[in-house]
C-alpha cells in the first residue's frame, strides 16, 4: 500500500510538474507584462512658493518609465514619506494621496491615469503647507507596492530632486556670507590660547616640554584608570604606549598627583621643561587635566607617528561654569550603531561634556533590549512595509519598506548598553537614558500590543494585560505634531505604571551590572495633542471614582505624580521636557502654561527647549518658580537645525538655522540679549517680544545647572550626517559651558562688548580652524566635520573671498570646472572676468560646497 501510494505521488508530482506552464494564471501573466519596481524614475521640483498667495508650495513629481514594458493604469500603489498636506493640486489628477498615518502616505492611480508605456513620462503637480527651503522637506522613501501582493514593498531608486530654478525664498548669498566673515581676523597661531574649552586662568610660559613614549605616566592610586587612558592616546601618537606607573619614580614625567581643596571638576595643569604636573582633588579633575593636556598638543601629532612632541610650557587653573553639559543623541528616529556612540562619547569627553542624554525610544523606534519584554526591540525596534505593524514598525522618515535594510531598524542588546555604560563611566560622562512618555510612545505601544496579541493566542489574559499601554475602547481622536493618532500611552492603565516599573528596574539593573551612576531617568513629557484620553472608558472611569481630578487635563499631573513617586522609591529623580512640570490654565477659553507649584518640592528637572513665541522667558519663569532648568534652546543649541539658509544645506529649520556662532554668542543668564536674528535669519529690528518678559530672577541663578544640545534624527541617517550636523557647531556649547562668563557678555549691546565679542570670537574661529578640527581629522579614526562655504563678494570689478574657519584654504578655478586640492589658492582680490568658482579646503583635502559667482 505504502508502494501504491508513493507511486501515485510520483506520478501525480511529474504530471503537475509537467503540465504546469499551461496553467499560467491571469495573475502571474500580468506580473510578467509589467515593468520592473527599479526601471520606474522619479524627479521632484518646486514650482512655486507661496503658491496663490498663500503660505504653500506647488511642485512637480515627473514619473518615467525606464524599463521596457509599462506601468499599467491600475493595480498599484506608490508609499512615501511627506507631510500629510502634501495632496494633487488639480481634482481630476492621475493619482491621488492617502494619509496612513504620521509621515507615512500612499499614492494611487485614478481613473484617469493612463498605462505609462516604456519611455513615456507623466508629471503630476502637488501642494503641500509651508514653505520648501531645502531637501529635507522634499517627499521621500518612494516604493511600490502591487495589488496583488500587499504585503510586498519594492524600493525604487531615489527620487531624484532638482533644485528650484529661481530662488523663491531668499537663500543665503556668497556676499551676506562674506558680510558674516568680514569681522574675522586671521590670528597668528602662536596667540592662541591653546587648550580647549577656554580655561579659568591661562599663562604660557615660553618653557615647553619634550615628549616622548619613553616619558612615564606616574599617577597617584585614585588616578590609575585616567593615566591608563591617557597612555593610550599617547600611544596612538608615538606608536607606543608609556609606562604607567605609581607614584615615587624620580625624573621627567607626566604626573598625576592628588591635591586637596579643588573642585569636584578642577584641575590644575603644569607644564615646565622638567616635566608635566596634572593636580586635581577627585578622578573626575583628573581626567579633564589629561583631555586638557590632549587639547594642549599640536595637532599635526595625530598625522603621523611621532618620535617626540613639544608641549608647549603653560599654567592652567580650571574648572567648569556649569555642572551639566550635556549633548542628546537621538538614536529612535534613526539609530546609530554601538561603534557610532563611543566615538561620540570620545569627542564628549575631549571637550569635556559630562552628559550623554541617550533619546532611546520614540514615536519611530525603541532601540534598548529589555529582558522580559522582547516585543520592545523585535517590533519596535525595527522598521517595514507591513499591514499589520504585527512584527515589525511601519517605515517612516524614509527608512524604505526592507526590514533591518536601513537606520530605520536596529537597537543595542544589554551587552550593548553595558558597553556604552562603562565606556561613558571611564570618561566621566553620565548616561541619562529617556523613556518617553505619555507621548511619542508608538514604538512602545505597538510592541506591547504585539505581546498582547502572542500572550492571548496562549489563553494567557493576564499576562497580555500585565503591560498593555492603551485602552483597547477609547475612541478618542487626535493627531500628534508629527500626525500619529495612536501614540500616547494611556496614563489610566494600571498596566501602564507596570511596565514603566518594568523597564526603570531593568535599566537600574543594567546600570549597576556596569558600576555606572544613576540618578535620574528621563521621561519625556513633551508634546502631548489635544483630544488624547477624552473617550477613554478607563480614564472616565478613573476621573469618577477619584474627586481631585476635574478633567483629562488633571490626568498630566496624577501620571506625572505617580512617575515621581515611582522614582523616588528607587532613589532616582526625575528628569522631563518642559511641559512636565507646567499647569494648564484656561482663561476665557484661552490656553496658557504657568509653571506647576506642585513639582517644585520634587526635585524635578526641567530640559526647557521652547523660547518661541509667547515663551521666550518660559526657562527663567520654571527656573524663578524653583525648578532645576537645563538651558536646551531651540534658537540657540538644536543641531539638528540647518547651518544657513541654503538649499544644499539639508537639516530642519522649523526653529530657525544654527551656524558654529550661535551656541558661542548664547548668553545663558540673559538669553534675550542671545537673539540676534529671527528664525529666517534675518536681524531682529524690533524688540517687542521681550516686552513684559520674565528675566532671571538673581537668587535663582543657581537653578540654571547647565545647557544641552540635542540632535534629533529626522533628517540623520548616517554616521557621516551625524558628524557633519554635530561638528563644528557642538564646539560652540562646550566653549559656554565650560568657560567663565565672557566680559563681552555683561553688556552685550555696548559698543567695548561688541569689539571684545569680535575679538574673541576671531579667537574662537582661529582656535577651531588651526587647531580643534585638524585634530579632529585624525582623533577617535576621524570626523566627517562640515567645512565651511567661502564667502565671496564682487565690488567695482574685484572678486574677493574669505572663510569662516581661518586656517582652511580658498580655492578658486576660472575654467568653469570646481576647484581641487591642486587648485589655485586665494591670496587676495581677483580682477579676472567671467565665472569664478571658489571652494574652502580643510588639511586632510575635504572640501566644502562650491561657490560659482561672475565678475562682469
Not at 511619542?440 to 500572550?455: G, L, P, S, T, V
Amino acid at each position: 500500500m505504502k508502494y501504491l501510494l508513493f507511486t501515485f505521488l510520483n506520478i501525480f508530482t511529474v504530471c503537475s510538474s509537467h503540465t504546469a506552464p499551461k496553467q499560467t494564471t491571469t495573475s502571474q501573466t500580468q506580473r510578467a507584462e509589467r515593468l520592473e519596481p527599479k526601471e520606474l524614475s522619479l524627479t521632484w521640483e518646486v514650482l512655486e512658493e507661496k503658491y496663490q498667495g498663500k503660505n504653500q508650495t506647488l511642485s512637480v513629481l515627473t514619473f518615467k518609465n525606464e524599463g521596457k514594458k509599462p506601468l499599467p493604469a491600475t493595480g498599484w500603489s506608490l508609499y512615501f514619506h511627506s507631510t500629510p498636506s502634501f495632496k494633487t493640486k488639480d481634482s481630476d489628477a492621475p493619482v491621488k494621496t492617502e494619509p496612513i498615518n504620521g509621515d507615512l502616505l500612499r499614492m494611487v492611480p485614478t481613473a484617469s491615469f493612463k498605462p505609462l508605456a516604456s519611455g513615456a513620462t507623466v508629471r503630476v503637480e502637488f501642494v503641500a503647507a509651508g514653505q520648501i527651503l531645502n531637501e529635507s522637506r522634499a517627499p521621500k522613501g518612494f516604493y511600490l507596492v502591487w495589488d496583488d501582493d500587499k504585503t510586498k514593498g519594492h524600493d525604487l531608486p531615489s527620487v531624484t530632486l532638482v533644485k528650484p530654478a529661481k530662488d523663491q525664498v531668499g537663500w543665503i548669498k556668497p556676499q551676506d556670507i562674506f558680510a558674516q566673515n568680514r569681522s574675522i581676523k586671521d590670528l597668528p597661531a602662536q596667540q592662541l590660547t591653546k587648550v580647549f574649552p577656554s580655561p579659568a586662568q591661562y599663562k604660557e610660559t615660553g618653557q615647553s616640554f619634550n615628549l616622548t613614549a619613553a616619558v612615564p605616566v606616574i599617577a597617584d592610586n585614585a588616578f590609575q584608570r585616567e593615566a591608563t587612558l591617557l597612555a593610550g592616546h599617547l600611544e596612538t601618537i608615538f606608536g607606543q604606549k608609556p609606562a604607567v606607573q605609581a607614584p615615587g619614580a624620580a625624573g621627567k614625567a607626566i604626573r598625576l598627583q592628588k591635591k586637596a581643596g579643588l573642585g569636584p571638576e578642577a584641575y590644575e595643569l603644569e607644564v615646565t621643561p622638567q616635566g608635566i604636573v596634572l593636580s586635581a582633588a577627585t578622578p573626575t579633575g583628573a581626567f579633564y587635566a589629561t583631555q586638557s593636556l590632549k587639547t594642549l598638543l599640536p595637532p599635526s601629532a595625530l598625522a603621523k607617528k611621532q618620535a617626540s612632541v613639544a608641549v608647549p610650557g603653560v599654567q592652567v587653573k580650571d574648572e567648569p561654569r556649569f555642572g551639566h553639559r550635556a549633548f542628546m543623541m537621538d538614536v529612535a528616529r534613526n539609530f546609530q550603531k554601538k561603534e557610532q556612540v563611543l566615538k561620540v562619547l570620545d569627542l564628549m569627553a575631549l571637550y569635556k561634556l559630562n552628559v550623554l542624554h541617550f533619546h532611546f525610544n520614540d514615536d519611530e523606534g525603541w532601540r534598548l533590549e529589555i529582558p522580559g519584554l522582547p516585543e520592545l526591540t523585535q517590533v519596535g525596534g525595527r522598521r517595514g512595509h507591513t499591514l499589520d505593524e504585527k512584527n515589525f514598525m511601519q517605515p517612516a522618515l524614509g527608512s524604505g519598506p526592507t526590514v533591518d535594510a536601513s537606520s530605520g531598524s536596529g537597537y543595542y542588546t544589554k551587552a550593548d548598553f553595558i558597553e556604552i555604560l562603562k565606556y561613558a563611566r571611564d570618561r566621566h560622562i553620565k548616561v541619562i537614558p529617556e523613556i518617553e512618555t505619555p507621548g511619542h510612545a508608538r514604538a512602545a505601544i505597538k510592541a506591547m500590543d504585539a505581546r498582547y496579541e502572542r500572550f492571548m493566542k496562549e489563553g494567557k489574559k493576564a499576562e497580555a494585560e500585565q503591560y498593555l499601554l492603551r485602552d483597547l475602547n477609547d475612541k478618542s481622536v487626535y493627531r500628534s505634531v508629527q500626525y500619529f493618532n495612536d501614540n500616547v500611552i494611556n496614563v489610566a492603565l494600571p498596566s501602564t505604571y507596570a511596565f514603566l516599573e518594568k523597564v526603570t528596574d531593568e535599566l537600574l539593573a543594567m546600570y549597576k551590572e556596569a558600576g555606572a551612576p544613576l540618578q535620574t531617568i528621563h521621561y519625556g513629557g513633551d508634546e502631548v495633542p489635544n483630544g488624547v484620553w477624552e473617550k477613554s472608558p478607563v480614564v472616565q472611569n478613573l476621573l469618577a471614582s477619584n474627586p481631585s481630578l476635574k478633567n483629562v487635563d488633571d490626568l498630566w499631573y496624577y501620571f506625572f505624580g505617580k512617575i515621581a513617586a515611582m522614582a523616588k522609591a528607587r532613589n532616582l529623580y526625575v528628569s522631563g521636557w518642559e511641559e512636565v512640570g507646567l499647569r494648564k490654565v484656561r482663561t476665557n477659553g484661552k490656553l496658557s502654561y504657568v509653571a506647576n507649584p506642585d513639582f517644585v518640592k520634587e526635585n524635578m528637572h526641567m530640559d526647557v527647549w521652547n523660547n518661541q513665541g509667547s515663551n521666550i522667558d518660559l526657562a527663567y519663569r520654571m527656573a524663578n518658580a524653583g525648578y532645576k532648568v537645563v538651558l536646551t534652546n531651540v534658537s540657540h543649541l538644536y543641531l539638528d537645525l540647518a547651518y544657513q539658509r541654503s538649499y544644499e544645506e539639508n537639516g530642519l529649520y522649523w526653529g530657525g538655522f544654527l551656524d558654529v556662532d550661535k551656541p558661542f554668542y548664547f548668553i545663558p543668564l540673559d538669553y534675550m540679549q542671545s537673539m540676534r536674528v529671527n528664525d529666517d535669519n534675518q536681524p531682529l529690528t524690533s524688540l517687542a517680544a521681550f516686552d513684559g518678559k520674565e528675566r532671571l530672577n538673581p537668587a535663582a541663578r543657581a537653578n540654571i545647572v547647565g545647557l544641552q544640545s540635542p540632535l534629533w534624527s529626522e533628517t540623520v541617517k548616517t554616521p557621516e550626517r551625524l558628524e557633519y550636523m554635530l561638528l563644528p557647531k557642538i564646539l560652540g556649547l562646550a566653549e559656554r559651558a565650560w568657560a567663565p562668563d565672557p566680559a563681552w557678555a555683561t553688556n552685550p549691546a555696548s559698543a567695548e562688548s561688541k569689539a571684545a565679542y569680535t575679538q574673541a570670537w576671531s579667537s574662537f574661529v582661529n582656535v577651531l580652524g588651526k587647531r580643534e578640527l585638524p585634530r579632529l581629522n585624525y582623533y577617535s579614526g576621524g570626523f566627517n566635520y562640515r567645512i565651511p562655504t567661502a564667502g565671496v563678494l564682487v565690488e567695482k570689478g574685484q572678486v574677493q573671498a574669505n572663510v569662516q574657519l581661518p586656517g582652511m584654504t580658498i580655492r578658486y578655478t576660472t575654467d568653469g570646472t570646481n576647484p581641487t586640492m591642486k587648485s589655485k589658492a586665494y591670496t587676495g582680490p581677483i580682477t579676472k572676468k567671467g565665472m569664478i568658482s571658489f571652494a574652502v579646503f580643510d588639511a586632510a583635502g575635504r572640501m566644502g560646497r562650491v561657490t560659482t559667482v561672475e565678475n562682469k
